[in-house]
Nanobody, 123 residues
Framework: VQLQASGGGLVQAGGSLRLSCAASGRTIGTYDMGWFRQAPGKEREFVAAISATGGSTYYADFVKGRFTISRDNAKNTVYLQMNSLKPEDTAVYYC?????????????????WGQGTLVTVSS
């Protein structure tokens, strides 16, 4: 599975962005999908995840109520809608895929990763 993340950019605090993660090479309909982020000088951290069917979603506490993960298996794409952005959301955002059955919160449980897209939130 090849993953291509896009949609990052520069936005003012309080603004919104929608990230996309387009998959190719294999359908992602049987994969749990996640978004992680890594800020400069910090470790990669979990942001959100969605089960293969889309029936379950998971969020880090710091994005609950602001970010929404969704997927369109027909388009082989996963999205991360980010609202009410804060300067501390500045990071490179990565999408990832795992076959399932493992913790969606742990980056080591994911099998495939995209290249990342940079989100910069100015104050």
């Amino acid at each position: 599975v090849q993953l291509q993340a896009s949609g990052g950019g520069l936005v003012q605090a309080g603004g919104s962005l929608r990230l996309s993660c387009a998959a190719s090479g294999r359908t992602i309909g049987t994969y749990d999908m996640g978004w992680f982020r890594q800020a400069p000088g910090k470790e990669r951290e979990f942001v959100a995840a969605i089960s293969a069917t889309g029936g379950s979603t998971y969020y880090a506490d710091f994005v609950k109520g602001r970010f929404t993960i969704s997927r369109d298996n027909a388009k082989n794409t996963v999205y991360l809608q980010m609202n009410s952005l804060k300067p501390e959301d500045t990071a490179v955002y990565y999408c990832a895929a795992q076959k399932g059955g493992f913790s969606v919160y742990m980056s080591s449980m994911y099998d495939y990763w995209g290249q990342g897209t940079l989100v910069t939130v100015s104050s």
